[in-house]
């Protein structure tokens, strides 16, 4: 299992906590891959790759990104924006979900950074 530290994704807001949202990221402030963006493209709907699943180990009490050969220890909150990413709601529904949900929480902000992040990563189409 590999876990290492990130910054929060929404995790500045007490509503949320401040630990930690995911178990292996991109370094903040890391350049990003020749021919590879975090921006978002416009209208895009965010979905799981493929090859990976969001699960919830009962015996650790964590959520995980299983992927091949690989798992990813989700912290904070991002589980909760994973499971919105169904491909059905765009990023603006996701943000706005969320924002209803924690108002005050630096939502706008933080959810499309990291949704960025997890589209470099592959793990997120």
């Known amino acids: 299992m590999t876990t290492a530290d990130t910054p929060p ?13 995911l ?3 991109p370094v903040p402030g890391a350049p990003v891959a020749p021919g590879t963006s975090s921006a978002a493209p416009a209208g895009w709907r965010p ?3 493929p090859a990976v699943s969001l699960r919830h180990d009962r015996v650790r009490d964590a959520d995980l990104l299983v992927l091949p050969e690989r798992v990813v220890v989700l912290r904070g909150s991002a589980a909760r924006i994973l499971r919105l990413c169904d491909g059905d709601r765009d990023l603006d529904a996701i943000v706005a979900e969320l924002m209803s949900r924690f108002p005050g929480a630096p939502v706008a902000e933080d959810v499309p950074a990291f949704l960025g992040r997890m589209r470099t990563e592959g793990w997120v189409r």
């Open 9 to 21: 994704a929404l995790g500045t807001s007490p509503a949320l906590g401040t630990s930690p949202a």
């Open 47 to 49: 979905a799981l790759a």
């Open 23 to 25: 178990g292996t990221s």
